[in-house]
Nanobody, 117 residues
Framework: QVQLVESGGGLVQAGGSLRLSCAASGRTFSTYTIGWFRQPPGKQRELVAHITSGGSTYYANSVKGRFTLSRDNAKNTVYLQMNSLKPEDTAVYYC???????????WGQGTQVTVSS
């Protein structure tokens, strides 16, 4: 398994941008689908986006057109570029790797994103 570490969270005003990074250890990083999830205060964790080993992406409707995923396998890192941020994007953001059974079973520690109005 790879170990995942998120970074890049912080406080930003509505309309601003942040770029989150998910850095991984392990030589097999490039073979994993990596997902970004978020958990707003008092709510359940939800899938925001994912990127496959081949670079295909999926975005939740709530972030489509505003968030962009990319991966740099040479750096073992997946990036989540977040633009036009809204207060409702406030959450702890987690990255996770998906196993062969399509289960996200390996999680980072999370990074806080706070969007002020």
């Amino acid at each position: 398994q790879v170990q995942l570490v998120e970074s890049g969270g912080g406080l930003v005003q509505a309309g601003g941008s942040l770029r989150l990074s998910c850095a991984a250890s392990g030589r097999t990083f490039s073979t994993y689908t990596i997902g970004w999830f978020r958990q707003p205060p008092g709510k359940q964790r939800e899938l925001v986006a994912h990127i496959t080993s081949g670079g295909s992406t999926y975005y939740a409707n709530s972030v489509k057109g505003r968030f962009t995923l990319s991966r740099d396998n040479a750096k073992n890192t997946v990036y989540l570029q977040m633009n036009s941020l809204k207060p409702e994007d406030t959450a702890v953001y987690y990255c996770a790797s998906r196993n062969a059974y399509s289960v996200y079973d390996n999680w980072g520690q999370g990074t806080q994103v706070t969007v002020s109005s």
